[in-house]
């Protein structure tokens, strides 16, 4: 079976889209489904076969991000669809989302989509002078429309099945989270890593992975290591990541004298540094409230390190089995309680490292994968259509 995969982002822009694209195609490969993808060019050496690359122009004030020209992508699309397609699956709600969708009425072809972003929650971040209440209606109003012209829509967690059903979506809504390839996180360079980035091999270390933005709720872990130095003045949190909180958030470490206590690694790259960045930290940090999912505390428990991390939408599906991970209420002075409860206690961090384990396991994206290629064939059949 072959699947046509649209986005508007993918490598080298990270982000968790361009993760779950990647994992998958890697992953339902051995499920007989062979995906291709068009995508935006960023004029880098990013060149595959199986990626249709789009001509593309820079986000004005958004170097991390492009915008793809209408006419050549919906060309992209439909060449792609021309060499042999079954099923299209839309990955991002931008010109992916008309262009997939347009291509799949064309073609008589079944389209869906995954909903990874729950843009209610963060459009205001970025349009912080248009009225709160007005942002969210249209969010809804723009997701329901698109969900709604979709044969099915994936989402990754049952907190955002139950938002869209508020939302008033009737296309079917199927929870089907991504996959994380548990074995690529078993890091073993632990004191490389911390002799390369000038740590000392036994200070106490936390770890927050991801996009550096503003609904990733960085500043409360600011808090948080303000607030937990006070018992462990040694303690330091690594920021593994880039994006437009990053000045901002600078900015901050160095008015509230926490530069001995935080430390920016910047983009790690993905299966040679990151492993290691993972083995390198005691606890993990992750306080966001506007996750889809949160892969990445699937990927600290596969690499055996203790979580702690508020439970908020997407992530509590993950976290509510309390599994490999602490969750404290939502304030700052409980969270560094866990944290510093979890660093001064090794066999507590023993035992979340081997729980987290075996639960990161149930979580990988060989057993995910599966479940995609069931439902792939379940909509191309139901269409009408042979594979």
């Known amino acids: 079976m072959r699947v046509l995969m649209v986005s508007d982002v993918y490598f080298p822009r990270i982000n968790g889209v361009s993760t779950a694209i990647q994992t998958y ?50 060309a992209a699309v439909d060449a792609a669809v021309a060499r042999g397609c079954d099923l299209i699956h839309v990955q991002t709600p931008f010109l ?31 349009a912080p002078f248009v009225p709160a209440g007005w942002l969210r209606s249209m969010a809804r109003r723009f997701s329901r429309s698109q969900c ?15 938002r869209l059903s508020d939302y008033g979506v009737t296309s079917p809504l199927h929870i089907l989270p991504t996959g994380i390839p548990v074995g690529r996180f078993a890091g073993h360079g632990r004191d490389a890593f911390r002799a390369r980035h000038g740590i ?23 808090d948080v290591v303000d607030l937990a130095r006070e018992s462990l003045p040694e303690l330091l949190l690594l920021i593994a990541g880039e994006g437009p909180a990053l000045a901002g958030l600078r900015e901050a470490v160095a008015s ?5 206590n935080v430390q920016f690694l910047g983009y790690l790259d993905r299966r040679s540094e990151l492993p290691d960045c993972y083995a390198a930290a005691d606890v993990f940090a992750f306080a966001s409230r506007t996750e889809t999912q949160g892969l990445v505390l699937l990927e600290a428990m596969a690499a055996g390190l203790p979580v702690v991390a508020l439970a908020a939408m997407g992530t509590i599906d993950i976290l509510g089995a ?19 409860g979890v660093l001064r206690n090794a066999d507590l961090r023993r035992r979340l490292a081997r729980d987290g384990r075996d639960y990161a396991n149930e979580w990988s994206d060989e057993t995910l994968a599966g479940r995609m290629a069931e439902l792939y064939r379940t909509i191309h059949h139901s269409q009408g259509s042979g594979t």
Not at 322 to 340: I, K
């Open 148 to 162: 709604n012209a979709l044969n099915a829509v994936i989402v990754p967690s049952q907190a955002i099945h139950q």
């Open 25 to 74: 195609r890697e992953a339902l490969a051995a499920r007989g489904i062979e995906v291709s993808l068009v995508a935006p060019d960023y004029g880098s050496a990013c060149r595959e076969p199986w990626i249709s690359r789009v001509s593309a122009r820079q986000v004005p004030r958004d170097p991390e991000d492009r915008l793809m020209r209408w006419g050549a992508m919906r």
């Open 200 to 222: 000392a091999p036994a200070r106490p270390v936390a770890l927050y992975v991801g996009r550096v933005a503003h609904e990733k709720n960085i500043d409360f872990l600011l």
């Open 96 to 126: 992916a989302h008309y262009a997939g969708h347009g291509a799949a009425r064309r073609a008589g072809l079944p389209v869906i989509a995954t909903y990874h972003t729950l843009f209610e929650e963060y459009l205001q971040h970025y």
């Open 256 to 260: 509230r004298g926490l530069d001995g």
């Open 322 to 340: 309390r599994r490999g991970a602490l969750v404290p209420e939502d304030n700052p002075a409980a969270f560094a309680l866990e944290v510093v």
